[in-house]
């Protein structure tokens, strides 16, 4: 029996339809996608969102953070597309892989609260629904980085050493050399963060946005480790990455905003409605509308049936009038009578 000593890489990562090309890294990025609208919409309308919100902000939300996520690895690793070597026309081929994460984060926000706004409902409460998503969304998107043998971590001996082409090889590494899989160990890290902070929002009701901000604890968390090991061009600052130090600022952002959103929000009711766009306050008029109609009608339905029973008992009471009308009428015809024929004696 043969142990697996390392992990192949896959030979190819684009496969032609006649002429149209089918790249692995937009297939991943697509299923990711699908994946977190999926469980988006399962949470989001379980809080009870509209049913048809995630799709409607996944059409702006998903652009934007496209473009946001390119923007910044074009800013973080710029000398590939404007160094000696470089070329700015290579901006646009993200098919090629190429998006940080620290960029489509803020950027697709922006482009949920403009979708959100215009339906009148609250971000915070979204973002809490979309967090599990977005990091199994971030794990299955890693697969296009493994198809494009990219961003692989240091050399290593560990049994789970990746293999990598050795047209895809750093300079100075010799052929047959394995480095760590940091496309899995991200992977795995944020399917497990997707459950705990899943766990923890049900195990300590978290809402008004921590789970957001929790997500982005658990995923800096996890890249500081991660983007320690990768060994890809990258900017330096102070002999560290610049996505190390991203990492850490952000880390320490989200938990300022998780602890100081509790301690503001301690008691407080989440709606998901902006001030007065409620649906309620709309609907409100038609309901009361609806309700007084079934209400007259009830009413009226009542005073028939009043009136009906009312009617016999009436007619009891005419007819006991009546009876006894005729009864004086007969006593007293007959005291006539008889004081007659007393006269006629």
Same mark, same amino acid.
Request: proline share 6%.
């Given at each position: 029996?043969?142990?697996?000593?390392?992990?192949?890489?896959?030979?190819?990562?684009?496969?032609?339809?006649?002429? @149209?090309?089918?790249? !692995?890294? *937009?297939? &991943?990025? +697509? =299923?990711?996608?699908?994946?977190?609208?999926?469980? /988006?919409?399962?949470?989001?309308?379980?809080?009870?969102?509209?049913?048809?919100?995630?799709?409607?902000?996944?059409?702006?939300?998903?652009?934007?953070?496209?473009?946001?996520?390119?923007?910044?690895?074009?800013?973080?690793?710029?000398?590939?597309?404007?160094?000696?070597?470089?070329?700015?026309?290579?901006?646009?081929?993200?098919?090629?892989?190429?998006?940080?994460?620290?960029?489509?984060?803020?950027?697709?926000?922006?482009?949920?609260?403009?979708?959100?706004?215009?339906?009148?409902?609250? @971000?915070?409460?979204? !973002?809490? *629904?979309? &967090?599990? +998503? =977005?990091?199994?969304?971030?794990?299955?998107?890693? /697969?296009?980085?493994?198809?494009?043998?990219?961003?692989?971590?240091?050399?290593?001996?560990?049994?789970?050493?990746?293999?990598?082409?050795?047209?895809?090889?750093?300079?100075?590494?010799?052929?047959?050399?394995?480095?760590?899989?940091?496309?899995?160990?991200?992977?795995?890290?944020?399917?497990?963060?997707?459950?705990?902070?899943?766990?923890?929002?049900?195990?300590?009701?978290?809402?008004?946005?921590?789970?957001?901000?929790?997500?982005?604890?658990?995923?800096?968390?996890?890249?500081?480790?991660?983007?320690?090991?990768?060994?890809?061009? &990258?900017?330096?600052?102070?002999?560290?990455?610049?996505?190390?130090?991203?990492?850490?600022?952000?880390?320490?952002?989200?938990?300022?905003?998780?602890?100081?959103?509790?301690?503001?929000?301690?008691?407080?009711?989440?709606?998901?409605?902006?001030?007065?766009?409620?649906?309620?306050?709309?609907?409100?008029?038609?309901?009361?509308?609806?309700?007084?109609?079934?209400?007259?009608?009830?009413?009226?339905?009542?005073?028939?049936?009043?009136?009906?029973?009312?009617?016999?008992?009436?007619?009891?009471?005419?007819?006991?009038?009546?009876?006894?009308?005729?009864?004086?009428?007969?006593?007293?015809?007959?005291?006539? &009578?008889?004081?007659?024929?007393?006269?006629?004696?």
């Amino acid at each position: 029996m043969t142990v697996l000593a390392s992990i192949p890489s896959p030979p190819e990562s684009v496969w032609y339809l006649g002429p @149209l090309p089918i790249r !692995a890294y *937009a297939i &991943a990025i +697509g =299923l990711g996608i699908l994946a977190a609208w999926w469980i /988006l919409d399962r949470r989001y309308t379980a809080k009870g969102g509209p049913p048809d919100t995630a799709i409607d902000v996944a059409v702006w939300m998903v652009p934007f953070g496209i473009i946001g996520g390119r923007l910044y690895h074009v800013f973080s690793s710029p000398d590939a597309y404007f160094g000696p070597d470089g070329n700015p026309a290579r901006i646009i081929e993200i098919w090629n892989g190429g998006l940080g994460i620290w960029g489509a984060i803020p950027l697709g926000g922006l482009g949920a609260w403009i979708a959100l706004r215009r339906r009148g409902l609250r @971000l915070a409460p979204f !973002a809490d *629904a979309l &967090a599990p +998503g =977005l990091l199994v969304a971030q794990g299955i998107g890693r /697969l296009g980085n493994y198809f494009n043998q990219e961003l692989y971590g240091a050399p290593t001996t560990l049994p789970w050493g990746l293999e990598i082409d050795d047209r895809y090889l750093r300079p100075g590494y010799e052929s047959g050399t394995l480095f760590h899989p940091t496309f899995l160990y991200e992977m795995l890290w944020n399917f497990a963060a997707a459950a705990f902070i899943i766990w923890a929002q049900r195990r300590f009701q978290l809402k008004h946005g921590r789970v957001f901000w929790l997500y982005v604890m658990s995923y800096t968390l996890g890249r500081v480790w991660i983007e320690y090991l990768r060994i890809d061009e &990258a900017e330096l600052v102070l002999g560290l990455r610049l996505n190390v130090w991203t990492s850490i600022v952000v880390f320490l952002v989200a938990l300022t905003f998780f602890v100081v959103i509790g301690r503001r929000t301690r008691g407080v009711p989440e709606t998901l409605w902006l001030p007065g766009r409620e649906p309620a306050a709309d609907d409100a008029g038609d309901d009361d509308g609806e309700a007084g109609a079934e209400a007259d009608g009830v009413s009226r339905d009542r005073d028939e049936d009043e009136d009906a029973t009312a009617r016999p008992g009436e007619s009891d009471a005419a007819a006991e009038r009546g009876a006894t009308a005729e009864s004086d009428g007969v006593a007293e015809r007959g005291a006539t &009578a008889g004081k007659a024929d007393d006269d006629r004696h």
